[in-house]
């Protein structure tokens, strides 16, 4: 008995240190370490050194691969339309039953029974246009290697100049054959690239318009 009460207390406290283990991922802004110097197997080169044939462009979780941002779209779209339509229809009976001999005449012209026209027009035309052109360079970090060998990286850069910020934040996926010998890569190349540029400031705030306004326009029912 008593050893099963003595259990218990054991057991319960096994349970709580279980359950508050957490299994901690890395972060974009965490350092990942330095791996541990090991020359037990009697060599000089480790698994974090650099091959005498081996270049120095970003393969590995962590590595700095610089971006350049150049991004031009451009389109346009025009369309017009247009329809018309006549149509015309008349009828008469000029000989009925001998009533065009009655006084049935005088008033009402059996030649001309039915006459009648419709006519329909439509023209339609619209045009829409738009261009954007982006230009920067960022140095970005691997934050994963997926198996077939694609790198996933994330960028990001803010700038301040008189209290004003300039944000850019690039992630995206990009094959490590696509990175160039000085470990430059193109925007173009990058996979579901995701590129904001954002401002951050006063001058960011005038663009904006206020919140009654923007409360307006919502539940303005005209």
Same mark, same amino acid.
């Given at each position: 008995?008593?050893?099963?009460?003595?259990?218990?207390?054991?057991?319960?406290?096994? /349970?709580? /240190?279980?359950?508050?283990?957490?299994?901690?991922?890395?972060?974009?802004?965490?350092?990942?370490?330095?791996?541990? %110097?090991?020359?037990?197997?009697?060599?000089? &080169?480790?698994?974090?050194?650099?091959?005498?044939?081996?270049?120095?462009?970003?393969?590995?979780?962590? !590595?700095?691969?610089?971006? %350049?941002?150049?991004?031009?779209?451009?389109?346009?779209?025009?369309?017009?339309?247009?329809?018309?339509?006549?149509?015309?229809?008349?009828?008469?009976?000029?000989?009925? @039953?001998?009533?065009?001999?009655?006084?049935?005449?005088? &008033?009402?012209?059996? /030649?001309?029974? @039915?006459?009648?026209?419709?006519?329909?027009?439509?023209?339609?035309?619209?045009? *829409? =246009?738009?261009?954007?052109?982006?230009?920067?360079?960022? =140095?970005?970090? %691997?934050? !994963?290697?997926?198996?077939?060998?694609?790198? @996933?990286?994330?960028?990001?850069?803010?700038?301040?100049? #008189?209290?004003?910020?300039?944000?850019?934040?690039?992630?995206?996926? %990009?094959?490590?054959? !696509?990175? =160039?010998?000085?470990?430059?890569? #193109?925007?173009?190349?990058?996979?579901?690239?995701?590129?904001?540029?954002?401002?951050?400031?006063?001058?960011? !705030?005038?663009?904006?318009?206020?919140?009654?306004?923007? *409360?307006?326009?919502?539940?303005?029912?005209?």
């Amino acid at each position: 008995m008593k050893a099963a009460a003595l259990g218990l207390p054991l057991l319960w406290l096994s /349970a709580c /240190a279980h359950q508050s283990a957490e299994v901690v991922t890395p972060t974009f802004d965490e350092q990942i370490p330095a791996p541990q %110097v090991n020359y037990n197997n009697g060599s000089l &080169w480790q698994s974090s050194s650099t091959a005498l044939a081996e270049d120095m462009k970003a393969r590995r979780r962590g !590595d700095i691969i610089t971006v %350049v941002i150049s991004e031009n779209a451009s389109a346009s779209k025009k369309a017009a339309t247009g329809t018309s339509r006549d149509s015309s229809i008349s009828g008469g009976i000029p000989k009925l @039953l001998g009533l065009e001999k009655t006084p049935i005449k005088s &008033w009402a012209d059996l /030649a001309n029974l @039915l006459s009648a026209s419709y006519g329909s027009k439509f023209d339609g035309a619209g045009s *829409t =246009s738009r261009q954007e052109t982006l230009q920067a360079t960022i =140095s970005a970090k %691997v934050v !994963d290697v997926i198996p077939n060998g694609n790198m @996933l990286i994330e960028g990001r850069r803010n700038v301040k100049v #008189n209290n004003e910020d300039q944000i850019i934040i690039l992630t995206g996926t %990009v094959r490590g054959r !696509d990175v =160039s010998a000085d470990n430059t890569i #193109n925007s173009a190349l990058i996979a579901d690239a995701r590129i904001s540029y954002s401002g951050k400031g006063i001058i960011s !705030d005038r663009q904006k318009p206020g919140w009654l306004l923007n *409360t307006l326009d919502k539940i303005w029912p005209f």
